[in-house]
């Protein structure tokens, strides 16, 4: 995480401890507060997508692959052998290309991730994904070669991993592929989400 971005969520902290004593003190209503005031996050999420596609659009420059800040950026494919991001606003989107792929971290706090592993393999061995957000969906497209496992849970959504699917409050999944145990290439998916859905697609 680069230093604009930590100061960003020690505000945001500071910010929720203030409330949180505040309404323990019965000087505020915290609950209150966020049943008033939530919609603002909305807007400071749509403002911020505004923001990203007018900024690409009028640079038409890529970033390099590994991403940390505030805002975050489509990047249309990679041949990165390993994922490295973290965003708090804004959609991240890639197709990767690796031919010898081991995973990493993808954090987006206010926006959605869409992963395509559709041309990528696997390097042999043992190898982790987390995929971790507050606010909206992620969905990871897999080759049908590819050996995985996967734990997904979200708070507020749904979770589909081919045919298996989960709905309704605190929902997770636990699945393997037929062949996760025997692969000499295999790859972990952790994926969590409090508000939004978890697809993995193969």
């Known amino acids: 995480m680069n230093r604009s ?9 500071i910010a929720i401890g203030g409330l949180l004593l505040l309404d323990n003190m019965y000087i505020a209503d915290v609950g209150e507060l966020l049943h008033t005031y939530w919609p603002v996050l909305l807007i400071i ?3 911020s997508v505004l923001r990203r596609r007018s900024v690409s659009r009028g640079t038409g420059v890529e970033s390099s692959m590994r991403v940390d800040g505030a805002m975050a950026t489509v ?3 990679s041949d ?3 994922l490295s991001v973290s965003t708090v606003f804004g ?3 890639i197709a990767v290309q690796s031919k010898s792929f081991s995973g990493g971290t993808v954090s987006t706090k206010f926006g959605n991730t869409d992963i395509d592993l559709l041309n990528a393999q696997l390097a042999e061995g043992d190898h982790s994904l987390v995929l971790d ?5 992620a969905t990871l497209h897999l080759p049908k070669a590819m050996a995985f496992a996967v734990y997904a849970s979200t708070t507020f959504g749904g979770i589909r991993v081919g045919d298996q699917r989960k709905e309704g409050m605190s929902s997770s999944l ?16 952790s994926a ?3 508000f939004g859905n978890i697809s993995v697609v193969q």
């Open 5 to 13: 971005s930590g100061i960003w969520w020690g505000i945001i902290l």
């Open 45 to 47: 999420w749509g403002l």
């Open 75 to 77: 990047y249309p494919s």
């Open 80 to 82: 990165e052998n390993r």
């Open 91 to 93: 959609d991240y989107t």
């Open 133 to 137: 957000g507050a606010f909206g969906n």
């Open 174 to 189: 636990d699945f393997s592929s037929p062949d996760f145990q025997t692969a000499k290439a295999r790859l972990r998916i």
């Open 192 to 194: 969590s989400r409090v």
